[in-house]
DNA sequence: ATCAGAATTTAGAATGATTTTAAAAAAGGG
DNA sequence: CCCTTTTTTAAAATCATTCTAAATTCTGAT
């Protein structure tokens, strides 16, 4: 464990976001000036390995980095165009009974009005 | 509706698979030796947009093509590796009431062993 | 602490996918 | 047909990511 690879996996542990390599490496620069962007890609794809985080993918955009290598629902709003987690306990379960066979894991993505957005209009309208 | 728009259209709806752009542009230089593979590019974000095809992504690959853009699973084999699709009819009236609101559209991939592996091997052992 | 071997970092070049450019060709409506 | 708009083409440009080779840092055994 280097100290490149301990910042980058802090950064994305404290990141609310799904960051891209880019930001990561923008970040990690505040913290370490000399730090190589091949530094932050090569980490990235060790930890994705490891399990410790999860690469992600969405059409029209570079790889994202999640902070968890654990599945989860992730929305993405029409509206505000947010990128946010959803609680996805039990999600999985759900999932291999309406299928009918066992799920390694899953990359889902919802299109929507977001639970946020949707209130926001509600009370505005 | 150009002669390399409907060829692209066909070939990708003749096709069972999820092409990739640059394997549309093979197939379609047999028929039309010409194209440009910016035109291939040029017509698939048009199609997509006009809701004619969906172009999805899957990480450490090239965009994909989909025949419809019609949301359906795709199951991607950890044995075999193929990535097919998946009846899906019903799954996003399930998944409005697993998350409570509503879906404009999703995407999903699921990780597994697919059924068809999972009778090969337990009929072979 | 010290050494050797393995793993990692770095800067820059290389690769691969996709988009942009500008000019030529084709489509489509009246 | 003619005019206008859209599309196509080839090449260059851009963007994300990986590779390279040399220098550095880690690790674990002495």
Redesign the pocket.
Known sequence: ?????AL?LRLIRESGEHP???EIYRKAKEE?P?????????????LAQEGEIR?I?FC?????YDKTSVPHIHLICDRCGRLRDWPSEGFAAELERWLGFAVESYELAVHCICPACSAENHSSN
């Open positions: 464990m280097t100290r490149q690879r980058i891209t390599a880019e370490m000399g730090i190589a962007l091949a530094t932050v890609y090569n980490n990235l794809n060790h690469k993918s029209g955009s570079s790889d994202r």
